[in-house]
């Protein structure tokens, strides 16, 4: 261990004078506890004890110094990802590049941003900064191909596979404040259709399936969201729509959505999938095992959310493989197993980031905090596009559920 503090003071001393509002504390509890641990590998590996001696400062002052650079936005997209246990809490907190699951979600209760809506909002919805197209067992990562400016107030996804017409949706408009929360990622329920600043959007592919849209600067922005109606009419969106849509994808989205690479399952988790299937009433119908799934996993008989999974023996394992055996984890865990058995099914799917419904004020004013940083995940549905499932247990999801609606022939 650390045989006194004095190194500790000294960082803590310095990161406050550099970044007096990110919180030191926070990440300096999890890179000492960090350093500890290394420090007590490299005397077992009998190192030099100089070495020994001074390889807590030194280590404790580059990964400070690298989550410093994350937290104030400079350096490569994938220094951070949702937060947890690797990007230090709400430091670096950006959702882009590469999203690491780690052992541990850590969050805290600081506003991360603040909507004003231009009339009374009822329905809950969920904020999307990130969506994430390619699993590498432990992490979700963006594959990144491209990417184009929109000016303020055009068509932000005219250019792209997500571009979607007012049938059927509504229009919400709404202004984000930044305050905790200050990455250049545009936070927006379903499909943003206007900004009123400009933005850069990030696509994968030569279809653009759009991966993230970033503004410039950090000053309050306004955005125009068409937002799915759920209603039992010609244009809303139904559960019966939904399982009357088919499986006639388009070839690109196959050709992104599907791929699960060796290793994601093991024997827990396709016993898990087979527990599922035996439970769905049609197995082979996309929106029923969806559903079927949201269900499974969100009931406390089956699995436990947890936000410190850090004892379980899962160095070894895929995230899913890890969730499947031992049955506990937090939003990453949920939303990465049902995204990969959905692609194991043949059903296009993806992990999206970004954050929880807030509190809303008389449905004109909501305030969203760090602690509500989240995953789930869309599935494709063939004439509807993304449709956001929630499958994380423990009271944590707040999807609006779809009504039945009438059967369709």
């Not at 936005?73 to 999203?99: E, R």
């Not at 905790?180 to 592919?205: E, H, K, N, W």
């Not at 093991?266 to 119908?285: C, K, Y």
């Not at 995230?319 to 939003?331: D, I, L, N, Q, S």
Request: glycine letters at 8%.
């Amino acid at each position: 261990m650390i045989a006194d503090n004095i190194p500790e003071e000294r960082i803590r001393s310095w990161l406050l004078a550099t970044a007096p509002d990110r919180a030191p504390d926070l990440v300096l509890a999890a890179t000492f506890d960090r350093t500890r641990q290394l420090t007590q590998r490299s005397r077992r590996r009998r190192w030099a004890s100089m070495t020994v001696r001074h390889a807590p400062i030194i280590f404790a002052t580059g990964v400070i110094a690298a989550v410093l650079v994350a937290s104030l936005g400079v350096g490569s997209k994938d220094a951070a990802g949702p937060p947890d246990a690797t990007t230090g809490g709400q430091l670096g907190l950006k959702f882009a590049g590469t999203s690491q699951i780690s052992g541990q979600w850590i969050s805290t209760s600081q506003v991360a941003f603040s909507v004003q809506f231009t009339r009374p909002e009822d329905a809950p919805l969920y904020w999307r900064a990130a969506v994430y197209d390619q699993f590498d067992l432990t992490a979700w990562r963006q594959s990144v191909s491209g990417g184009y400016d929109v000016e303020a107030g055009e068509d932000v996804l005219g250019d792209t596979a997500e571009h979607v017409t007012e049938a059927g949706r509504r229009a919400v408009t709404f202004t984000v404040s930044p305050e905790a929360f200050r990455a250049t990622a545009i936070l927006s329920p379903q499909s943003p259709a206007q900004v009123d600043t400009g933005v850069r959007v990030s696509y994968v592919d030569d279809a653009r399936f759009v991966t993230n849209i970033d503004r410039r600067g950090s000053d309050p922005y306004t955005v125009t969201a068409l937002v799915r109606e759920h209603a039992d009419n010609a244009s809303g969106i139904t559960a019966n729509k939904l399982r009357a849509a088919g499986t006639a994808y388009p070839e690109a989205t196959i050709q992104r959505y599907l791929q699960v690479p060796d290793g994601a399952l093991g024997a827990a988790a396709e016993q898990l999938l087979a527990d599922i299937l035996a439970v769905t009433p049609d197995p082979n119908n996309p929106y029923d095992l969806a559903s079927t799934m949201v269900d499974y996993f969100q009931s406390p008989a089956n699995f436990s959310y947890d936000a410190d999974v850090r004892d379980l023996a899962c160095e070894r394992l895929s995230t899913v493989e890890c969730f499947a055996r031992f049955k506990r984890g937090y939003c990453q865990y949920y939303a990465t197993t049902m995204a990969i058995f959905l692609r194991e099914r043949g059903i296009p799917a993806r992990l999206v980031a970004g954050f929880l419904p807030g509190t809303r004020d008389a449905g004109m004013f909501e305030t969203v905090r760090i602690s509500a940083a989240h995953a789930w995940v869309e599935v494709y549905f063939p004439g509807y596009g993304w449709v956001e499932f929630d499958p994380t247990g423990g009271g944590i999801a707040a999807a609006e559920p779809l009504p039945t609606g009438a059967p369709v022939p």
